[in-house]
C-alpha cells in the first residue's frame, strides 16, 4: 500500500485536479485506490460528485475520534475500486480545536492504522501548512508536489521543503518522489523557462508527463466527473493516464 | 482610511496578483496606500521585488507584540506614496503560536490603531480561513474576493461567506464590497457561463472591471515590479487601473 500525499501550500496549482484523475486511472487500470479529501472546501468530494454539505460524517470526525476510516468511506460511483474520504467545512476549525490533543499530528495516521485492501492512498491537501497537512505529511510515505511553471510556485516550493524537513522528525521515512509542472503552455516563454529552472533544481525528481493547460480539466469537476469521464481524448486525459503510469512505475 | 481585506480561501485566485496592482494604481494616483502580507509564502512582499528571507522583522512581530507596524514597514522601491508591511515564513506557525493568546483574534486590529497618514489599507490573506485571516477580516471595514471564473473558485463562495458570517460577532461592521473576476477569457465558454452564474447569484456586488487571463501579470512578479511598471500598456495594466478606479468610487 503506497501512501501518497500531494502537498504544496501555494493555492491553485492542481493539487485536487491531480489527485481526481490520476486516482481515476489507476483505479481504471485495476488498481485499488482510496483519495483522502483534507481541505476544508472539500473541491475533492465535489470534484467526485458528492456536495460535502450534505454528508453526516466526513474526515473531521475521523480525526476526532468519532467514526472510523471505513465509517465515512464512499464508493465513487461510476469508478469501480475507488473510494473516498470526503471532507467538510468542520475541518478549517481543526488546527484550534486540536491544537491542545495528545498525538494531535499521529491522528490520520493512526486512523488508516486499521486500513487495508488498498494498492494506492492519496491526500489531497489544502493550500496551507497548517495541523491537517502535518498529519498528512506523518501519515504518508511519499508526497508529490504539483507546481505550475509560474514565478510564485517556484518560490514555494523553498518553504515546502523547509516544512518537510521540519516533520522528518516525526516522519523520517517520507520522501518526495517528485515533481509535476501543471498549467504547462509551452506557448508561454514563463512556462518553457521556468520548466528549465524546475529541471536544473530539481535533477532526478520531475516526472516527464507534464500536464497541459487543458479547459476540459475545469469544465470535469462541475459534472462530478474526472476527466476519462467526461472527455477521454482530451490532452488532460492523456497527461493524466501517462502521469498515473509514471507514479505505478516509480515506487 | 479604507481597511480592506482580499480574501478567498479558494488558492490561486489572483489575491496577491489583484492586491500588488490595485495598490500601486491608487498609489500612482496619489492616493497614500499600505499593503499588508498575511501569507507566510511572502509572494506579495517577494512581487514587491523583497526577499522575505533577508528581513530581520515582518508582520509575525507584530502581531506577537514586539514590533509595531511602522517598525516593520517597506516604502516600496520605485512607487512613490506605495508602502509594504512584509510577510516571513513564520506566519505559518501563528495558529498554534497565538491559540491561546487572549484576544488572538484582534492582533492586527490593535497593531493598526496607531497608524494613520493613508487612504487605503489593503491586506493580502492567505489561501486559508485560520486565525491570521480571522485577524484580516476583524480589522477590516471592507473585503474584496476575486475570483476565478470557474467552479471551484464559485463553489469556495459560500464557505467564505460562512466564515465572514461567523466573523460578524467580532467585527459587525465588516461589509462585502465587492466580487472580481480574475483570470477571464472569454473565448472559453467556462469562463462566460460562470460569470454569468455569479452575477445572477451576486448582483450589485460584482465589479464591472473583470481582470482578463494575461501573462504579463504571471512574469511581472519575478521582476519584483508591479504591471504598471512591468508592461504598462497590457490588458493586465488596463483593466487593474480600472478596477482601482471603481473601488475608489465605491466606498
Ligand atoms: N491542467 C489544467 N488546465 C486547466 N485548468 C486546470 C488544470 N488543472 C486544474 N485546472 C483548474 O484550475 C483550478 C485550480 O485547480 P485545483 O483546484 O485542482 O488546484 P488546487 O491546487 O487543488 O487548489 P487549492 O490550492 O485551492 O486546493 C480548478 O478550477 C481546476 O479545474
Ligand atoms: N489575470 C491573470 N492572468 C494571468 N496570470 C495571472 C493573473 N492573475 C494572476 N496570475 C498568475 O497566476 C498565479 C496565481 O495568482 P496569485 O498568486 O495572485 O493568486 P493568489 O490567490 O494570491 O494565490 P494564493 O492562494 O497561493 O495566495 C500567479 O503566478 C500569478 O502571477
Ligand atoms: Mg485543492
Ligand atoms: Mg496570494
Redesign the interface.
Known sequence: MRIIAFAN?????GK?TTVQNVGAALARAGRRTLLVDLD????LT??CGYDPDDLKMNLYDVLDGKASLSDVKIEVEGVAGLDLIPAG?DL?QA??AF??RIGRENLLKKALGQVTGYDFVFFDC??????VTVNALVAADEIIIPV?A???AL??LE?LQ??VAMVSDLNPALAVTGLVVTFFDRR?S?NREVYNEIRRNFPGILFETRIRDN?AL??A??FGKDILAYRPTCAGADDYEALAREIARRS
Open positions: 501550500q501555494k493555492g491553485g496549482v485536487t476544508a472546501q472539500g473541491s465535489a470534484s467545512m478549517s488546527d484550534l491544537a491542545g489544502p493550500p496551507n501548512l497548517g495541523l505550475q509560474e514565478y510564485h518560490r514555494g518553504l523547509k516544512s508561454k514563463l479547459v475545469a469544465e469537476p462541475s
